[in-house]
């Protein structure tokens, strides 16, 4: 039976709320799709089948996982992901951020074909997302397409980024655990990483502790550990532990899930899981409210006639950016 499609070539609502309870990967696909669209006429829509779904969402392990050029982010989640369907029992959906090109907007990487197991796996979901310049690593609606997943019956949300260097509290405050994935070697590395990333981790793992590089990551891994003592103390309690991994070889892979659990029973013990839900959702409301306030300011006539000129103008040094932006709320709130 064909779903009832809405005008536009839409799904109608309830064909979308009930495909994606029924755990229907394409429908999730496609209610995804909706509430990734900037077009105006699908916010109706997208906004109606999360209504819809926020009942059946928030059961989920939600992990974000970051880490410098290089580490092996894809293939550590395609190991983890393995070790979750088969060891764990677990449902997995993998939210992984590409790079946007410049010129279409869309993703560079395709994160599908570096999971190249976990692809194929019915009990795992990965959907790469471009970024679109959008700060944090994450993309403009990571925060609906975690909820979609959740009433999916996915009970494990991993959120990859896009990588270090970008302001990582979008990604930390959609997630319950923050994984900084790093390479073995010296601790000049961690000199490379803002402090505000290592205040928000809750675990480090130097990835690629394998053959001749184990001894390093051993050495890297009690530098780290040395280094996390110079940060104040969590206001959870939790402190931050230091593991090495092979992605490759597969070790250290169920240790660090292992430390997953015990943050979240750490969290659920003094109440903090709670109060952190809580701040992602209002972190979700303000993000949105900055969002629609933005759509609104570009889209008020006034404001569109005049942002080319006066970006030109400040282009050119005709004008400062303070009497462009000046201008433009001017004429925004004019009406």
Known sequence: MRSPKAPGG?????????????GDRAVLARAITLVESERADDAAAAAAVLDALLPHAGRSQRVGITG??????????????????????????????????????????????????????????IRPSPARGFLGGVARRTRETILLCEAAGF???????????????????????????????AGDELQGIKRGII??????????ADGDMRARADRARGEYRA???????????????????SALAGEGIAELWDVVIAH???????????????????????ELV?????????????????LPPLESAVAEGRTTAFAAARDLLTRFRAS
Not at 80 to 96: D, F, I, N, P, T
Request: glycine share 10%; with cysteine; proline share 6%.
């Open 227 to 245: 280094a996390l003592h110079l940060f104040p103390a969590p206001a959870d309690g939790w402190v931050p532990p230091v593991l090495t991994c």
């Open 155 to 185: 009970g494990t949300i991993l959120v990859e980024t896009v990588g270090v260097g970008q302001s990582e509290t979008a990604v930390r405050s959609m997630t319950d655990f923050f994984l900084l994935l790093m390479l073995p070697g």
């Open 264 to 286: 979240h029973a750490h969290l659920e013990a003094n109440g903090s899981f709670a109060r952190r839900r809580s701040q992602q959702a209002l972190a979700w409301m303000r």
């Open 68 to 125: 410098v050029p290089g580490v092996g982010k894809s293939t550590f989640i395609d190991a983890l992901g393995m070790h979750l369907v088969k060891e764990r029992g677990q449902r997995v959906a993998v939210l992984s951020v590409d790079p946007s090109s410049p010129l279409s907007g869309g993703s560079i990487l395709g994160d599908k074909t570096r999971m190249e197991r976990l692809a194929l796996e019915p009990a795992a979901y």
């Open 199 to 208: 205040e928000m981790v809750d675990a480090i793992a130097i990835n690629k």
């Open 290 to 306: 900055a969002t629609g306030l933005e759509t609104a300011f570009r889209a008020h006539p006034d404001v569109a006639a005049g």
């Open 10 to 22: 839409r799904l109608a609502i309830d064909a979308y709320v009930e495909g994606v309870l029924a």
